[in-house]
T-cell receptor
Framework: DTAVSQTPKYLVTQMGNDKSIKCEQN?????MYWYKQDSKKFLKIMFS???????INETVPNRFSPKSPDKAHLNLHINSLELGDSAVYFCASSQGNQPQHFGDGTRLSIL | GEDVEQSLFLSVREGDSSVINCTYT??????LYWYKQEPGAGLQLLTY?????DMKQDQRLTVLLNKKDKHLSLRIADTQTGDSAIYFCAEMPNGQNFVFGPGTRLSVLP
């Protein structure tokens, strides 16, 4: 009965590879998000996706692309991974201005 | 602009009260939120307060909101070692995206 689930939990890969992280929510929420948490634990919004409207944080490189096959899923695809992409990536969802519910995070390590 | 600030570190002794402070700049948020992140885990919603309220109490947690000064605090009574975590303050200006503070790392000493 997990509300927001992300896979994989850990991802270790080499520089230059392309990878995807999946996120699913079973809360019926209309908005989903991707955040990046760096080594200092600072949280930065990357994307929000609501009813097919994508809002992008302008600081996010275009190597990152969200893909939403339906309202319950928002996957994150990353091309040409770089060392600086190493971080924990969190998916979240919400309805209106109600609190966001977070997944457990995907720990991405670039070798 | 949108900005949420918190002090980065707080240490307290077990059994004492902890007070974590937060200041924000945008007064349009309907709610203000506190999240807790334990090591290796995701963010867990602790509590939130409607912007027209001054105080909200939930068991050991007390949230105080001073809207005039744009100051939010979280008080944890009888702090336990299990309360050691990072606490994030957040607002949602204009009903748009959440803006999180940098997080306060609470260490509870025996």
């Amino acid at each position: 009965d997990t509300a927001v689930s992300q896979t994989p939990k850990y991802l270790v890969t080499q520089m230059g590879n392309d990878k995807s992280i999946k996120c699913e929510q079973n809360l019926g929420h209309d908005t989903m998000y991707w955040y990046k948490q760096d080594s200092k634990k600072f949280l930065k919004i990357m994307f929000s996706y609501n009813n097919k409207e994508l809002i992008i944080n302008e600081t996010v490189p275009n190597r990152f692309s969200p893909k939403s096959p339906d309202k319950a899923h928002l996957n994150l695809h990353i091309n040409s991974l770089e060392l600086g992409d190493s971080a924990v990536y969190f998916c979240a969802s919400s309805q209106g201005n109600q609190p966001q519910h977070f997944g457990d995070g995907t720990r991405l390590s670039i070798l | 602009g949108e900005d949420v600030e918190q002090s980065l570190f707080l240490s307290v002794r077990e059994g004492d009260s902890s007070v974590i402070n937060c200041t924000y700049t945008d007064s349009s948020s309907t709610y203000l939120y506190w999240y807790k992140q334990e090591p290796g885990a995701g963010l867990q919603l602790l509590t939130y307060i409607f912007s027209n309220m001054d105080m909200k109490q939930d068991q050991r947690l007390t949230v105080l909101l001073n809207k005039k000064d744009k100051h939010l605090s979280l008080r944890i009574a009888d702090t336990q070692t299990g309360d050691s975590a990072i606490y994030f303050c957040a607002e949602m200006p204009n009903g748009q995206n959440f803006v999180f503070g940098p997080g306060t790392r609470l260490s509870v000493l025996p």
